[in-house]
């Protein structure tokens, strides 16, 4: 089915099923507030993964920090749950019973259906630390990493979360060389001026902070001097000169990261080839919330899978609230016709019936800026209600009645209950003219205190969250959404002084708050102790005083803070921030004497959290006080316009208040109770010449606008067709209302409390044109409704509560109180899990060498301090006849090194470090080598002696695993030196129900059944059987480092080879010199089995399994997995070194079959091999 809307035909979306048949192609899955959007990509996730495609090909990519990590901590919950219940399948005859779908399906099949699955979750959850769950730009910085040549990628180019000082830097010196020789005034000031003109620093910040959108109107020769003309060009300009200069110091911006991987996609040389490595690797995209992506982020996902990749975007238009942002609707809409497939997901599992049925009453139907942007139907998971009065027998009546209450003083305990309650002032419009916004925001904050101390109060009983039973409301149930910061900090100082906590959650930029300004005031001071500098510090919480007291203070209560102040100069130049704020703190009592007082929670929070990022400037930058004085400056003037992680403001507590945010910090939240006082304000300016980020469509055009009609429009009132671009604005500035509006009323589980005033502002609101457009089928939204009635005119039907305002008394709450009972000793009655471990191989090896093994049970493994390369008993090995030019061969070039574990480390360093193709060799072995010995001095051995015994090993070949190719000519960008891991065994420290208990002897058994009876460690699994090593058991975490991981072609094909250097003297101890004979490969598999290296080798070729898992496109453990080679150095005398066989003498080569290596990773995953 299709739907024409103006000019477009869009698919008509159908109702989504979790469990149905997985989508493939490009598919858009609106999510409509509540409606389960993160359960259904975690479950998606599941099952994609369950279905046989490996997590490394899935790329999850949502819009913000925050939401990264819940996506990430939920996806990883429900592959946990997968893999339990799969667990509890296999170990149940019926396979068990299961209330979650989606676990369900995945249950359903036969025990090998079900083993694999458990095994490709297992898998997952193995590799889960590496999956691609990331934000946009994150992606972005990823694929320029890994696309490395093939993309526009600088790799010491410097990231900066803001460059408002280049901006600025930029149009000061654009704004210079064009108007300050010029005989006439510049056509626009630099900085503000006048109401209703546009300076020079707004242009070119709008420019550039919207650098991919074109710029209008473009004047029509290179002669005309209008405004309109002059704009554009000092706009244009400064995008040039801002990109260039970017460039020239290597800076670059989130921004920045998009625009190089769009640009790296569409180049006509690389481009074709950069996106086919994309797709190659990520099979199956997912995209959250992509209702707030913008057309630069649209087109990367176009150009790179659209058409090859599973592309499922998740999102819903009706919450596009970040137009300011740069968000961009209209590339959601570009997405939608562009589908395969569009789904709905149809059931709110987060509001009770009642509460959504009200809110569709008042929007179902209706075009939320744009008539593809449409409120549909849903259905509700929560039939019962959940808030009732504390008079059961009055909720009936809160369901049927929509007429305003008469009380006095105020609602009744039926009407405070109801889903969906509306204040409004009663008004009478033949006498009554609006007023204005200053004078009645003050009257509905009264009246929401009055409210919710009333609700608190009444003793309204509240079911929600994990609570089976009815219990008394908390303000912690409570939300106040707000327009501005500036709302909340007002709302909440009027609930704290009726007594009710309240708590602002991240209310703009900590540098905007007044703590910021009393930093700077004692910086000031500490930099510059005059008189006037120490009074204004005086007055700030570090010392606390009044003003009476300043004016009172006689001259030695002066003298007495002037020499505190220099005292704590003092502490702030020679030891810091973080030492100045720990002595004020304690000198003058700052947390007690803040926390008496109304607000001091929030205070000290503020002051705490400026002092940290104080230190961390000053400890970064090597800031002094002069220097930290302004940086503070920069940071109170970046914090009016620009919010950043790290400098929003940190919440005192939110326990058991009543939380205070703006809507569009709610997004993405629930609160069981939400008040809305502005749902009525919303003022609506004429056009005053500002600029304008709108869609160039002209209104009568039948076709929809597109995200490519942006245009950021810098002209004013002047320019060409601003008349047509004011009026998008304002449809646009309009649809964004109606989505704020939706978000604030979507975010309540139970119930909405709304404010409707008589004001200038209120035509224009979302509430007024919800509640009295006209509800015929065919009637269109109008921008603006007059106000001619107040709501109590009006019949909302079942689930409303529409309440005339009337002055009453703030109703005392106070919280309940809870008898503490006697104390007593808490009782540790848990079960400890004794049976697991943090291992390695030189732990599990430790009794076959002799070695003190420390009873089972939880332990982690002593970090190794030094490469104890050589086995406790180096038994000489038997020289076996191989030919008499081995046997009389040439002497190791190591046979005049020492031995021993401080040895071993030295040389493992010296190899780890060394670049062979960085110059001369042999200089470089001996320069690494003194930089070693420095750290490790040993006795009988120099620098240079060391580095020519070395150097011979270097230009030793490898054998034909490695195409005879030497240490010597492998780049160090295909060697990976100290790989280190940390495996999970068996489950790790938390097995999953049916885990097996595996041991040495499992592997030993594994081993004895999968190597051929030709290999030549074939005799390996017997010594592994023995008893001492089979017990030992292998669960927990298993850590170590594999020395190197070198990697050569087959063709085309990369391999992949675990490399181990040894520095073992395997000759007779008593006969010299050492000769190379002794390390013949004839006789090397004997000293492997006897040091037990075999299994070492093992468990490093299983780590390099599971590492190129995820990191190896294309991943064929039979095509990638290369082999080991056990390097033994002392036995490689350079190019003249005996072979065997092809192979030569100190190269130990093997390699195991591919298919041993995945079973031995399952088996120590804890499940059975294949």
């Given at each position: ?7 477009a ?28 959007k ?29 939401a ?22 296999l ?15 995945l ?13 490709r ?34 790799p ?19 704004y ?14 630099f ?19 919207s650098?991919?959108v074109?710029?209008?109107p473009v004047?029509d020769?290179?002669?005309t ?8 060009r ?11 200069r ?33 797709r ?15 057309p630069?982020?649209?087109?990367i996902v ?8 599973t ?41 009770d ?27 509700a ?18 369901e049927?009645?929509s ?18 309650r ?78 009710v ?11 905007a ?8 005031t ?73 926390l ?29 006080v ?17 919010a ?8 005192e507590?939110?326990?058991q ?14 609160f069981?109770?939400?008040?809305l ?27 929809p ?10 002209g ?11 009026a ?7 649809g ?22 008589h ?12 509640l ?20 109590g005119?009006?019949h ?8 005339p ?79 008499r ?8 070039p ?9 040895f ?8 780890e ?24 001095p ?47 065994l068996?489950?790790?420290?938390a ?72 520095t ?26 006897h ?10 070729a ?48 093997w ?20």
């Amino acid at each position: 089915m299709t739907v024409r809307t103006g000019a477009a035909v869009t698919l008509a979306p159908t109702p989504f099923d979790v469990c149905g048949p997985l989508p493939s192609g490009t598919t858009v899955l609106e999510a409509s507030a509540g409606t389960g959007k993160t359960y259904a990509i975690a479950a998606l996730a599941a099952r994609y993964i369950a279905d046989g495609r490996p997590l490394s090909e899935l790329m999850m990519i949502t819009f913000g920090r925050m939401a990264t990590n819940e996506l990430r901590m939920r996806i990883r919950e429900r592959l946990a749950a997968v893999e339990l219940a799969l667990s509890q399948a296999l170990g149940s005859d019926d396979h068990g019973t299961f209330e979650d779908a989606v676990i369900a399906l995945l249950c359903a099949g036969d025990r090998d259906t079900l083993e694999l699955r458990r095994r490709r979750i297992r898998t997952a959850l193995a590799d889960f630390d590496a999956a691609m769950i990331a934000t946009t730009h994150e992606f972005c910085q990823r694929m320029l990493d890994e696309l490395g040549v093939l993309g526009d990628h600088e790799p010491d180019a410097v990231f900066t979360e803001s460059l408002t000082d280049l901006v600025h830097e930029v149009a000061a010196d654009v704004y210079l060389r064009r108007y300050a020789a010029g005989p006439a005034e510049p056509p626009f000031p630099f900085e503000s001026g006048p109401r209703g003109t546009v300076d020079a620093l707004t242009i070119a910040a709008a420019a550039i902070g919207s650098e991919h959108v074109p710029v209008v109107p473009v004047p029509d020769d290179d002669t005309t001097l209008s405004e309109p003309a002059e704009r554009y060009r000092f706009a244009t300009e400064v995008r040039e000169q801002f990109t260039i200069r970017k460039r020239r110091r290597r800076l670059y911006s989130y921004d920045d990261m998009l625009l190089r991987l769009r640009d790296t996609l569409h180049d006509p040389v690389t481009g074709r080839d950069a996106a086919e490595r994309l797709r190659q690797r990520y099979e199956v995209v997912l995209i959250d919330e992509f209702q707030d992506t913008d057309p630069v982020q649209w087109d990367i996902v176009r150009t790179a899978f659209v058409g090859h990749s599973t592309v499922i975007l998740i999102g819903d238009p009706k919450q596009a609230i970040y137009a300011f942002r740069g968000a961009d609707v209209y590339s959601y809409l570009d997405a939608v016709d562009e589908a395969g497939a569009i789904g709905t997901l149809a059931t709110n599992w987060r509001s009770d019936q009642a509460l959504v049925g009200a809110l569709g009453t008042l929007m179902t139907g209706v075009p939320l800026g744009d008539p593809r942007i449409t409120v549909r139907p849903v259905a509700a998971s929560h039939t019962d209600r959940r808030l009732v009065s504390a008079e059961p027998a009055a909720d009936q009546a809160a369901e049927a009645s929509s007429t305003p209450s008469e009380a006095s003083r105020g609602p009744s305990s039926a009407a405070m209950v109801a889903p969906f309650r509306i204040r409004y002032q009663p008004f009478d419009p033949a006498v009554e003219s609006p007023q204005s916004v200053t004078r009645l925001r003050p009257q509905v904050t009264a009246d929401l205190v009055a409210d919710i101390s009333a609700l608190l109060a009444a003793g309204a009983r509240l079911r929600i969250g994990p609570d089976r039973d009815h219990r008394r409301v908390r303000p912690g149930d409570i939300a106040v959404l707000v327009r501005r910061n500036d709302r909340a900090e007002e709302i909440a100082q009027a609930l704290i002084a009726a007594g009710v906590p309240a708590v602002v959650l991240g209310a703009g930029s900590v540098f905007a708050s007044p703590m910021a300004g009393h930093w700077l005031t004692l910086l000031t001071a500490l930099e510059q102790p005059r008189q006037q500098q120490i009074r204004a510090v005086a007055l700030t919480p570090f010392v606390g005083w009044t003003m009476h007291r300043l004016a009172t203070a006689d001259d030695d209560a002066v003298t007495d803070l002037s020499a505190t102040i220099r005292r704590w100069s003092r502490v702030l130049v020679h030891r810091g921030v973080a030492a100045l704020m720990e002595t004020i703190t304690t000198e003058e009592d700052l947390g007690r004497r803040l926390l008496s007082d109304t607000g001091g929670e929030r205070r000290l929070t503020d002051l705490r959290h400026i002092g940290q990022s104080l230190h961390a400037a000053a400890v970064f930058g090597q800031l002094g006080v002069g220097a930290l004085i302004a940086w503070l400056r920069q940071r109170i003037d970046e914090a009016q316009t620009i919010a950043m992680d790290e400098r929003s403001r940190r919440l005192e507590t939110d326990d058991q208040a009543v939380q205070i945010l703006t809507v569009h910090r709610s997004k993405g939240l629930e609160f069981p109770i939400v008040y809305l006082p502005d749902a009525w304000d919303r003022w609506c300016p004429e056009d005053d010449g500002q600029i304008l980020r709108v869609h160039d469509h002209p209104a009568n055009d039948g076709a929809p606008p597109t995200a490519d009609d942006l245009v950021l429009d810098v002209g004013g009132m002047a320019g060409a067709n601003r008349k047509d671009r004011v009026a998008q604005d304002r449809l646009e500035s309009g649809g964004d209302d109606l989505r704020l509006a939706y978000v604030a009323l979507t975010r309540a589980q139970v119930q909405v409390v709304a404010w409707w005033m008589h004001s200038w502002n209120t035509p224009g609101s979302a509430l007024q044109r919800f509640l009295f457009r006209s509800h015929d089928e065919n009637a269109e939204l109008a921008d603006r409704y007059p106000v001619n009635a107040d709501p109590g005119s009006l019949h909302l039907g079942p689930g409303f509560s529409v309440e005339p305002m009337t002055e009453r008394p703030i109703t005392e709450w106070r919280p309940q109180q809870h008898q503490d009972g006697p104390l007593r000793v808490r009782r540790f009655d848990r079960e400890l899990d004794l049976q697991w471990r943090r291992t390695s191989y030189t732990a599990l090896t430790a009794a076959a060498h002799g070695t003190e093994v420390s009873a089972a049970g939880v332990g982690s493994e002593a970090e190794p301090a030094k490469e104890d390369d050589e086995t406790p008993a180096a038994e000489t090995l038997a020289e076996t006849s191989v030919g008499r030019h081995v046997v009389d061969g040439p002497v190791s070039p190591m046979d005049d090194l020492p031995m021993g574990a401080a040895f071993g480390t030295i040389v493992h360093a010296i190899f780890e470090r060394v670049d062979p193709h960085e110059g001369d060799l042999a200089a470089s072995l001996q320069r690494i080598a003194s930089e070693e010995l420095a750290h490790l001095p040993a006795q009988e051995m120099t620098a240079q002696t060391l580095a020519t015994g070395i150097l011979p090993a270097w230009l030793t070949s490898l054998g034909p695993l490695a195409d005879d190719r030497r240490l010597a000519d492998i780049p160090i960008a295909d060697r990976l030196s100290e790989l280190s891991f940390e495996l999970p065994l068996a489950g790790g420290s938390a097995p999953g129900p049916g885990a097996r208990d595996v041991r040495l002897g499992d592997v030993a058994a594994l081993l004895a059944d999968r190597l051929p009876a030709g290999d030549p460690l074939a005799r390996y699994p017997e010594l592994l059987a023995q008893p001492l090593l089979a017990e030992q058991s292998l669960r927990g975490y298993l850590t170590g480092s594999i020395d190197a991981v070198l990697r050569t072609r087959n063709g085309t094909v990369p391999r992949y080879l675990v490399v181990d250097y040894k520095t073992n003297w395997l000759g007779d101890l008593d006969q010299r010199p050492l000769r190379v004979a002794a390390y013949s490969p004839t006789l090397l598999p004997q000293a492997m089995m006897h040091a037990h290296y075999p299994l070492q080798a093992l468990l490093y070729a299983v780590a390099l399994h599971r590492y190129l898992r995820w990191r190896q496109p294309g991943y064929s453990p039979d095509d990638h997995l290369g082999g080991i080679l056990y390097l033994f150095v002392r036995g490689m005398a350079g190019p003249d070194t005996p072979r065997v066989d092809g192979v030569p003498c100190g190269v130990f080569s093997w390699r195991p079959p591919a298919q041993l290596i995945i079973d031995l990773s399952d088996l120590l995953d804890g499940s059975d091999p294949k």
